[in-house]
């Protein structure tokens, strides 16, 4: 009885068990007010599959794709885009539902700014610097969700804005990657595994009947 309750236990946990913290799939991202380079004077190049439209003057707004920011090379130098303050915005889009930990923006290499937060979903969160050095100052941004109640819904996209810097600094960030780390939302159980519970569930009933009878 114990090995069948058991045996039932490890099946059905197998398709309904949470995946383990790791990096979430970036599908595609849309930027609102990204400075266009050459505008900017950063001398940074990038790439990107959607469409791209004009936004505030020498910025440019990229919408239903993906390119540079979601391509793996962490930091790769001369490419990125560059940010202008309160006016941008950044929605990135995921390949399914998790609980989200971190979002990392890693910084174009020697070219940043001095980004200290980001309203995410509503909540306006506080960055923490990390990553390359730079006359003695980390030059990578983590906002981290631990604790907040954004860590506990499951998302498939999380948009950021509203963009916050230090006191008398430039109010532009650049950005080579972005990296989000997460849990992957259990998936809603198949019409299969309702059937192998309710049969498991009364296989052992029927086992545990059975036995107070012999």
Known sequence: MKKLFTLFAVVLFSN????????????????TNSY?????????????????????????????????????????????????????????FLDNYYYIDD????????KTGFLKSAEISG?????????????????????????????????NQITLSNFGFVAYSPKTFTLSEIQ?????????PEPSTYALMLGGLGLIGFMARRRRLV
Request: net charge negative.
């Open 36 to 92: 266009v380079n050459e505008y900017a004077g950063t001398g940074l190049s990038h790439t990107y599959t959607g469409t791209i439209s004009n936004g505030i003057p020498g910025a440019a707004h990229y919408t239903g794709g993906t390119g540079t920011l979601a391509d793996g090379s962490i930091q790769a130098l001369g490419e990125g885009h560059s940010f202008l303050g309160n006016s941008a915005s950044i929605t990135i």
């Open 180 to 188: 989000v780390s997460g849990t992957l939302v259990s998936a809603v």
């Open 123 to 155: 909540q306006t969160l506080t960055s923490t610097r990390f990553g390359q050095v730079i006359f003695g100052t980390p030059q990578d941004y983590q906002f981290d969700l631990t604790g907040t109640g954004l860590e506990t819904v499951g998302v």
């Open 16 to 31: 309904t068990a949470f995946s383990a913290t790791n990096l979430a799939n970036i599908t595609g991202y849309d930027l």
């Open 103 to 110: 979002i990392l923006f890693y910084s174009a290499l020697n």
